[in-house]
Structures are given as structure tokens and as C-alpha cells.
T-cell receptor, first 110, second 114 residues
């Protein structure tokens, strides 16, 4: 099993650009989520999904969209990037009480 | 309000010394608590869950409901324990049955010096 994979590992955007962070898992987990990690702020939940076709907002959803068309994939879209979205983004899937994290995407918005 | 507090941003100890990473929570229900660890250049991973009462890599954590704490302890720290440690509280989603979301502390960076 590859576990949770994320692409790209690094990305630099200009303000106003859009992009999609990819996340996939091959463990058939129903629950998936996106976090951002910022210094001094810990991990903050952006969006989550409890199964294909079901998504909901976390703590900091503004500026991000998600969809869940399959169990495996949970992409995160930035519609119009802002410098405040400079962060490290983690995708995670969950089975019972254990979360499995991806390696992260380091995003810089100039 | 549901909250997890890790009062120390940075904890520095010498190799062989005992280490305790503090975690306090605020939750009115029955808590599920976890410790996650992120070693340098590695992904975040589960270290301990309170319900299993296990010892992993020499670390233990006991849930103290009276003090609403879940401190992580190790009697003799090793250099390879240097990492970022996050305490997390599992709380139920309103619309997802048995699924729970995690509320995270801000993390404590542990540095074990030789």
C-alpha cells in the first residue's frame, strides 16, 4: 500500500492564481480531511469528507473548495490564491481512531 | 468549548533525562485522546491513543479525567525522540455517526541534547 499520497510536494503561486492539491489513498478509508499547518497555529482543519459525495467545512474553509467523487481521491482547490494561504498542507485519511497523513505540500503564494 | 492546550512550545532536555510533554483538554463528553509525532522530514503519525493504554518507543500517557490532562512521559529521553509532538482530542461529528474529528493542540517541539 502506498498509503496517503499528495502531489505536488512544493508549489509556488502568484496571488490570484488557482491550483489543485491532489490527495489519494489506497486503504479504502471513508474519512478524509485536509489540514494546514502554520507556525504557532498547529494543525487546522480546512475541509473533511466522511465518504464519496459527502464533504463539509472545517475550521478554516474560506478560500478552499473540495470534492469527493471517489473513495480514493480528495482534491483541494484554491480558487484565487492569497499570500495568507502560504502554508504546509496535509491530507489525511482515517480508519477507526487512527489518522494516516500524507507527506504534505509546501505552498508559497507570492 | 472543546480545546486542547499544550503549554510548552519548546522543551529541551538532555539525553537520559526524564521528559514530560503536557497536554490539557476541555471537553464535556467522554474524551478520546491521542498523541501524534512528526519527526524531521517525516509525515505526522500516531504515537499513542489513551484507549489502548500502550507504551510506544518507551512513551506512556495516562488520561487523568480529574485534571483533564493527558501528559506524555518517557523516563529516559533519547536523541531520536527529538520531534514535534501534537496532542489531539477526538470529538464526534454532528452528522457522521461514529466518526470523530480531531481537535489539535499547537504542538510541542522536543529537543533531546546529547
Amino acid at each position: 500500500n502506498a498509503g496517503v499520497t499528495q502531489t505536488p510536494k512544493f508549489q509556488v503561486l502568484k496571488t490570484g492564481q488557482s491550483m489543485t492539491l491532489q490527495c489519494a489513498q489506497d486503504m479504502n478509508h471513508e474519512y478524509m480531511s485536509w489540514y494546514r499547518q502554520d507556525p504557532g497555529m498547529g494543525l487546522r482543519l480546512i475541509h473533511y469528507s466522511v465518504g464519496a459525495g459527502i464533504t463539509d467545512q472545517g475550521e478554516v474553509p474560506n478560500g478552499y473548495n473540495v470534492s469527493r467523487s471517489t473513495t480514493e481521491d480528495f482534491p483541494l482547490r484554491l480558487l484565487s490564491a492569497a499570500p495568507s494561504q502560504t502554508s504546509v498542507y496535509f491530507c489525511a485519511s482515517r480508519y477507526t481512531d487512527t489518522q494516516y497523513f500524507g507527506p504534505g505540500t509546501r505552498l508559497t503564494v507570492l | 468549548a472543546q480545546r486542547v492546550t499544550q503549554p510548552e512550545k519548546l522543551l529541551s532536555v538532555f539525553k537520559g533525562a526524564p521528559v514530560e510533554l503536557k497536554c490539557n483538554y476541555s471537553y464535556s463528553g467522554s474524551p478520546e485522546l491521542f498523541w501524534y509525532v512528526q519527526y524531521s522530514r517525516q509525515r505526522l503519525q500516531l504515537l499513542l491513543r489513551h484507549i489502548s493504554r500502550e507504551s510506544i518507543k518507551g512513551f506512556t500517557a495516562d488520561l487523568n479525567k480529574g485534571e483533564t490532562s493527558f501528559h506524555l512521559k518517557k523516563p529516559f529521553a533519547q536523541e531520536e525522540d527529538s520531534a514535534m509532538y501534537y496532542c489531539a482530542l477526538g470529538t464526534p461529528f454532528s452528522n457522521a455517526g461514529n466518526n470523530r474529528k480531531l481537535i489539535w493542540g499547537l504542538g510541542t517541539s522536543l529537543a533531546v541534547n546529547p
